[in-house]
C-alpha cells in the first residue's frame, strides 16, 4: 500500500454525441428571432420596403380573418391538397407494391419512374392546363403527379427492406400469397411508407403554389402571389407563415399515425 | 408419418454442397443433422420442407399426416421469425388464420399451446419486450399450433446464451416427453445433438455426405443423469468433426 499516493481516479471520457429532449429551446430560438425582427424593425435597421415587421404581417393576417378571406383561401387550397396528394399517393402505393412485389412490373415500370421523377412537376404545368382545363384538373393533376413518385419510390423500398426470412416463414406454414402480402409486407413496409408520406406532402404544399400560379382566384398560393405582384410584402409574409403552419400541421398529423400506427417498433 | 430422403443432390454454380444423401425419419424419432459450418446442413433442412428444390433426388412423405394437422411440416427458425407488430397471441394466430378453424376453436389452441410453452402470462406482449429465449419460446408455440407431423428446427438454440439454451433444452424435452413429437433438428452444437436426438447424422463438408449415423437409445428424460455416457458419444462426434472444422474454420471466404 505504498503507493496509495500515487493513485488517481480514472478520468471520465465517454458521454456526449447522444442526443437529449430539449423542449424550450427550439420556441425560445424561435420567439428571440421574432423579437430581433421586431426590434429591427421598429428601430429602422430594417427597412419596411425590404421586409415588414412581424407585427404588420401579423395585422394582414388580423385583416385576412376579419374579412373571411382566410377561410375562402384555406379551404379551396386544403380542397387541391388532399384531393391531390390522396389520389396520388394513393396510386404510388398501388404501383409501388407492383414494382415491389412483381419482377415484371419493377424491369418495366421503374426506369420509368426513375426518368419521370426529376422532372420539375411545375415544368409540366403548361401542358396540365391543356390535358386537364385551367380549372381545377390542372392544379390537382400537379399535385398528383408531384407526390405519386416520390411515394412509388418509398413504397417499393420500404417492400425490398421487409425481412425475407419473415416471408419464407409465411411461406413455411402455407399462408396464402394474399395473406403474406397483407399480414407481413405492408406491415413491415409501412414505417418507409409513412416517412414517405411525410417527403410526399411537403412536395404537395410546395406544388400547392405553383399550380395556383395559373388561373386560381382563391387559394393560399393565389393570395401570396397576388400579394407579390402587388409588392404588398406584409401579406406576402403571412401567407407564407400560413404554408409554414400547414407543414407544420402535416407533419404532426404524420407523426400521430407513426405514433399510433409504429407503436410496435 | 415418416420422411425418407432420397439420393438428394445439390449443387451451386461449381459448387457441390451435397451429394447422394439417403435419410430416414422415422415417426417419434428426433434426428439430429451435424457437421462443420458450410456443409450444407440448413439447406437440406430447407429441402425437407420444401423451401428449396434439390437438384437431384427427392423427399417424400411415407404415410398420411394426422388428419387434424394444419400444416405437417412446420419450421423453427434460428432468428425467430417472428412479426414484431403482432403480440405472442397474434403471432400464433397468424398461421391458424388462414385455415378454417372456428374463432372458439382458434382461441382453444392458442390457450393450450401458449400453457403448453409457460407463456400463459405473456400473451398479450409484443416480441420487443421479451427475451431471446421467450421469443423462441413463442416461435415453438406457434409451431406446435398447428399440430405439426414433423418439426423442422434451424439451429433453434444457436441465438441464445447458454444458460437459456440450457432451459430450453429441459423445456424440448419435456415437450416431447409428455407427448413424443417427430423432428429433425439441425445444429452445430454437439452438446445438444446427444441431448435431444435418437439419431445423430453426421455431415462431412463439402460435398455434404453422410459420414456417419450414431444412435443413442438413452431415453430423452434420463440424460441430463446420464451425462457421463454422452461424454463418450460426444467426444466420439467430435473426433469425426475435428479436422474438418479446422479446415472450414481456415478457409477463406469467397477464396
Known amino acids: 500500500m505504498a503507493d496509495l499516493e500515487k493513485r488517481k481516479a480514472v478520468p471520465f471520457r465517454g458521454g456526449g454525441f447522444v442526443h437529449q429532449p430539449k423542449l424550450l429551446t427550439g420556441p425560445i430560438v424561435f420567439i428571440c428571432l421574432i423579437v430581433f425582427w421586431e426590434v429591427g424593425s421598429r428601430m429602422g435597421w430594417i427597412s419596411p420596403l425590404v421586409l415588414p415587421a412581424p407585427s404588420e404581417a401579423f395585422e394582414a393576417f388580423k385583416e385576412l380573418v376579419v374579412s373571411g378571406m382566410l377561410w375562402k383561401h384555406l379551404s379551396a387550397s386544403l380542397q387541391r391538397l388532399i384531393i391531390g396528394w390522396l389520389s396520388g399517393t394513393t396510386l404510388g402505393v398501388i404501383v409501388g407494391l407492383m414494382i415491389g412485389l412483381s419482377s415484371y412490373a419493377r424491369a418495366g415500370l421503374s426506369p420509368l419512374v426513375s426518368a419521370i421523377f426529376p422532372i420539375p412537376k411545375i415544368a409540366l404545368l403548361p401542358l396540365f392546363v391543356i390535358w386537364f382545363g385551367i380549372g381545377e384538373g390542372a392544379k390537382t393533376a400537379t399535385i398528383l403527379f408531384g407526390t405519386f413518385f416520390p411515394t412509388v419510390i418509398a413504397v417499393y423500398g420500404g417492400v425490398d427492406n421487409v425481412d425475407r426470412g419473415l416471408i419464407r416463414m409465411g411461406q413455411s406454414f402455407g399462408m396464402k400469397p394474399s395473406s403474406i402480402i397483407y399480414k407481413i409486407i405492408l406491415p413491415g413496409a409501412l414505417p418507409a411508407i409513412l416517412s414517405g408520406f411525410r417527403i410526399s406532402a411537403s412536395i404537395a404544399i410546395i406544388l400547392l403554389v405553383a399550380a395556383e400560379m395559373i388561373g386560381a382566384e382563391f387559394g393560399v398560393g393565389a393570395y401570396i402571389l397576388l400579394a407579390g405582384s402587388l409588392m404588398a410584402t406584409d401579406q406576402l409574409i403571412a401567407g407564407v407563415a400560413l404554408l409554414s403552419m400547414m407543414g407544420l400541421s402535416v407533419g404532426w398529423l404524420i407523426s400521430r399515425a407513426e405514433k399510433i400506427l409504429l407503436r410496435w417498433r | ?255
Open chain 2, 1 to 255: 408419418m415418416d420422411l425418407s430422403l432420397e439420393k438428394i443432390s445439390h449443387n451451386y454454380g461449381d459448387l457441390s454442397v451435397l451429394e447422394t444423401i439417403n435419410l430416414d425419419i422415422k415417426q417419434g424419432q428426433i434426428v439430429c443433422i451435424i457437421g462443420p459450418s458450410g456443409c450444407g446442413k440448413s439447406t437440406l433442412l430447407r429441402m425437407i420442407g420444401g423451401l428449396e428444390c434439390p437438384d437431384h433426388g427427392q423427399v417424400f412423405q411415407v404415410g398420411a399426416p394426422p388428419a387434424d394437422s394444419l400444416n405437417p411440416l412446420t419450421y423453427i427458425f434460428q432468428d425467430f421469425a417472428l412479426l414484431p407488430w403482432r403480440t405472442v397471441e397474434g403471432n400464433v394466430s397468424l398461421v391458424l388464420e388462414d385455415h378454417a378453424l372456428s374463432a372458439t376453436e382458434r382461441e382453444r389452441i392458442i390457450v393450450d399451446v401458449l400453457q403448453r410453452t409457460k407463456l400463459s402470462e405473456f400473451r398479450t406482449t409484443l416480441p420487443r419486450q421479451l427475451s431471446g429465449g421467450m421469443k423462441q419460446r413463442v416461435a415453438i408455440a406457434r409451431a406446435l399450433s398447428v399440430n405439426p407431423a414433423v418439426l423442422l428446427m434451424d439451429e433453434p438454440l444457436s441465438a441464445l446464451d447458454s444458460q437459456t439454451r440450457e432451459l430450453l433444452m429441459d423445456d424440448l424435452v419435456g415437450l416431447w416427453t409428455r407427448e413424443p413429437f417427430t423432428a429433425c433438428y439441425v445444429t452445430h452444437n454437439l452438446a445438444e445433438a446427444v441431448r435431444l436426438g435418437h439419431k445423430i447424422v453426421v455431415l462431412s463438408r463439402r460435398p455434404g455426405k453422410i459420414r456417419e449415423i450414431v444412435e443413442i437409445d438413452i431415453p430423452l428424460a434420463e440424460r441430463k443423469e446420464r451425462m457421463v455416457e454422452l461424454e463418450h458419444k460426444q467426444k466420439h462426434l467430435w473426433n469425426l468433426l475435428r479436422d474438418e472444422a479446422l479446415v472450414a474454420d481456415q478457409e477463406l471466404v469467397d477464396g
